[in-house]
């Protein structure tokens, strides 16, 4: 069964910088198509922050282009989150999601597999 599990989150004040990782195992296929970052803050909807296909297509949301940068490693499955430059707004529940195949977007209605979130909390 594959589990997704996600590591890297804490608290650190504005301007400053974060990694987060996620791995996702026991894939029966090659790999992930796709594994993305979402996050939740109290009180909002799950909004998609970037992607990354197995092929190396990237995307980002409005609200971390230029700050944030995702990568993957294909033979481990495990992917990447640098923010940097961080605000009190991107104080959330981070997720880390999986999806074997289809099309790659910001839509968490895409993705199959779920980590159980780690905590970014960012301090003004």
């Known amino acids: 069964q594959v589990q997704v599990e996600e590591s890297g989150g804490g608290s650190v004040q504005a301007g400053g910088s974060l990694r987060l990782s996620c791995t996702a195992t026991?894939?029966?296929?090659?790999?992930?198509?796709?594994m993305a970052w979402f996050r939740q803050a109290p009180g909002k909807e799950r909004e998609g922050v970037a992607y990354?296909?197995?092929?190396?297509?990237?995307r980002y949301s409005n609200s971390v282009q230029g700050r944030f940068t995702i990568s993957k490693d294909n033979p481990t499955n495990t992917q990447y989150l640098r923010m940097n430059s961080l605000k009190p707004e991107d104080t959330a529940m981070y997720y880390c999601?999986?999806?074997?195949?289809?099309?790659?977007?910001?839509?968490?209605?895409?993705?199959?597999?779920w980590g159980q979130g780690t905590q970014v909390t960012v301090s003004s």
């Open positions: 999601a999986a999806a074997s195949a289809g099309v790659c977007a910001l839509d968490a209605s895409l993705y199959t597999y």
């Open positions: 990354i296909t197995n092929a190396g297509t990237k």
């Open positions: 026991a894939y029966t296929d090659n790999s992930p198509y796709c």
